[in-house]
């Protein structure tokens, strides 16, 4: 049977709910044959947009005993990092918005305030919600609300310094405060570290992996979903109990402990939850699911349980639809094993994103070699600068997003130093369907201030090569390598280079230097095009080193009647800015206009539509260039016909 055909026989009971009461209202057996129902729908919707499938899947049973024990919106339901959040979705009466998920005016990949009252953090960053869950557990108590506060967050989230600085102070202040632990042992992928050991000590009791076996095998005998086999997983998962002894590494803590208990057994979790909700204190109740539980696609993928598809897959074998391209993390995870064959103090690092940052590349051949520190990017920055003094050169490989969560780190433990650390950031720029939390436009202008600091923006493959060997070439001070999402530009080579800069077009005449920063080379080409179409010169150059400013590229300023930036960065701090600030010092005094991001919160979209939207394609780019040259033009005309006039 077909996913789809499994939704129109089976998706009466998920038809009826609108809100969390319908889901109350319903039987034992009722909600076996809506959570099956549930994961066709996710997985038909999913399916053609792209989104977190896998994780999804793994909490259907977990949401909904949460919507039967507690009564949002009333009841507060955080969800740690919100990725998880889809069926929370369709509980409280957002089905029809999935066939535009992380689409255009349709639902956000993550919580939004905007789509519904049952939604109040939208921060998609990882172990952030247990310090929002204090936060508002101690509101309620100072204003004497009745209230509870419910967190949700993953075994791969608990790696995350902010959670233990946030249990700290849950447990002093003793609030009433429910703590869900969805331990599926993974994150992106599996689950590091300490924590992650004891967790799995937990998940191996007998009793309960045999339970999780038989389930795992009768649904394997059914095709995708398959049909509901309720009475089957109801009766086995009658095995676990709903609590054992408490575990001694929360209990120290001085929050209680209820687990483990399996996840995908309404009734198990119900009671833990109710349990919970009733103690008085804070809690936690450590629930074991499995990531993509019931799509065969999704178990079987070793990688990351299908994580996240960026883009519409084959129900059947969970592959994308898309032909496949050229990726700009391919690129760099190949030449960083290069770099690695001929240097063997190259050592890799990543915060829990080894295949989607590339770094797992380089561990298929050096696993020695490479550090999966779990979601803790400020201990990775550290750890780094530690691995730097010891005579190493370390590749830091996060998402452009992520690395403003260790500015202090990579400016006092890294930079102070003149460590040689590389930080390699993906997804840099405005990356689309993933929202403003996701968007790496910040980089630029929060890490420009660092003293030794180079950052390098390549503007396709080769460049890409070039500039990474380049970074890990230095070795007195930090870098930066960053580069957008999705498939690599052709390759632009240069017509000549000054200095670190390229130069990429250039005219008889020079009215304008367009410095055109990383993937807007390809744009910077076309506007040149048109506006020489109006009779104007354009000289186009990719800096390739942004930060500092090349003082080649004052020079390259100086020679011209107007200099225009365009870069995908945020324009406050960024690098037009930079660059205005060293022709000032140069005593150049040739104006600059800098286009790029506005520093606000952008919707998700596609790249394409949010950088229209921002006024940052070919066209906008000519028709303001020409604009403001022609302006200066009549500028210099005016006095003329004034002295003119006064002759008169």
């Known amino acids: 049977m077909s996913v789809e055909e499994g939704t129109a026989n089976h998706g009466r009971l998920l038809g009826t709910v609108r809100g969390p009461q319908d889901v109350k209202r319903m039987t034992a057996e009722q909600l076996d044959i809506l959570a099956a129902e549930i994961r066709d729908f996710l997985i038909a919707k999913v399916s053609r947009t792209g989104g977190h499938v896998g994780p999804n899947l793994g909490v259907v049973e977990l949401t909904l005993a949460m919507h039967r024990v507690f009564d949002s919106p009333r009841d507060r339901l955080l969800f740690d990092t919100g990725h998880q959040a889809y069926v929370h979705k369709i509980v409280t009466g957002r089905q029809d918005g999935f066939d535009k998920l992380r689409q255009r005016g349709g639902l956000s990949g993550y919580p939004s305030q905007a789509e519904s009252e049952h939604d109040l953090i939208e921060n998609s960053h990882a172990s952030t919600a247990l310090s929002y869950a204090d936060g508002l557990a101690k509101a309620y108590a100072l204003r004497g609300e009745k209230r509870s506060v419910v967190a949700v967050v993953g075994d791969g989230a608990l790696t995350g310094g902010m959670c233990w600085e946030a249990l700290n102070n849950i447990a002093t202040a003793g609030n009433p405060l429910v703590i869900v632990v969805n331990d599926n042992g993974r994150s992106y992928s599996p689950t590091i570290g300490g924590l992650a050991d004891h967790l799995s000590s937990l998940r191996l009791n007998p009793s309960y992996e045999k ?26 998962k009658k095995g676990i109990k709903d609590a054992v002894a408490p575990q001694a590494m929360f209990e120290d803590l001085g929050i209680k402990y209820v687990g483990p208990v399996d996840g995908h057994d309404v009734p198990a979790i119900e009671s833990a939850l109710r349990a919970a909700k009733n103690f008085g204190g804070p809690v936690i109740v450590h629930a074991v699911t499995r990531k993509g539980y019931g799509y065969r696609a999704a178990e079987e993928d070793e990688a990351d349980r299908l994580h996240g598809p960026g883009g519409a897959f084959d129900i059947e074998t969970g592959k994308l639809l898309a032909a496949p391209s050229v990726k700009w993390t391919h690129v760099f995870a190949d030449e960083l094993v290069t770099i690695a064959d001929e240097r063997p103090d190259v050592v890799g690092i990543t915060a829990a994103m080894a295949e989607p940052t590339g770094i797992a590349t380089l561990a298929r051949k050096y696993p020695n070699r490479v550090y999966d520190v779990g979601i803790a990017e400020q201990h990775a920055a550290t750890s780094a600068a530690g691995l730097a003094l010891g005579g190493l050169h370390p590749v830091v490989a996060v998402y452009a997003t992520f690395l403003n969560r260790a500015f202090d780190q ?24 993933d929202g403003p939390s996701h968007y790496g436009i910040w980089d630029m202008s929060v890490f420009g201030v660092v003293p030794g600091l180079r950052v390098a923006a390549p503007r396709d493959s080769a460049t890409l090569r070039e500039e990474l060997r380049e970074a890990i070439a230095v070795d007195d001070g930090p870098t930066i390598l960053r580069f957008p ?22 005219s008889a005449r020079t009215d304008v230097l367009l410095v055109a920063v990383g993937s807007f080379a390809g744009l910077g080409m076309e506007v040149a095009t048109r506006v020489a179409e109006q009779g104007y010169g354009v000289t186009v150059v990719d800096p390739r080193w942004v930060r500092p400013v090349p003082a080649e590229l004052v ?17 406050v701090g960024g690098v037009g800015s930079a660059l205005a600030q060293a022709m000032r010092d140069a005593d150049v005094r040739v104006p600059v206009k800098d ?3 506005p520093a606000d919160w952008h919707p998700h979209g596609t790249r394409a539509q949010i950088l229209a939207d921002l006024g940052l394609t070919a066209q906008d780019v000519a028709r303001n260039v020409t604009g403001w040259i022609s302006g200066l033009d009549a500028q210099s005309v005016e006095p003329a016909a004034d002295e003119a006039t006064a002759k008169n």
């Open 211 to 236: 339970v999780l076996d038989t389930v795992k095998d009768a649904l394997g005998s059914t095709p995708l979903v398959g049909r509901p086999m309720y009475e089957v997983l109801h009766a086995v």
């Open 410 to 433: 990579v400016l006092l433990d890294v930079a102070m130093h003149k460590l040689p650390v590389t930080f390699v950031l993906d997804r840099a720029g405005i990356t689309g369907p």
């Open 485 to 506: 999402t999705g498939t690599v530009a052709a390759d632009l080579p240069a017509v000549r280079r000054v200095g670190p800069v390229d130069v990429l077009a250039e």
């Open 555 to 571: 020079e390259l300023a100086a020679g011209h009647r107007l200099v225009v930036t365009v870069e995908d960065g945020v324009r």
């Open 595 to 597: 286009l790029g991001v």
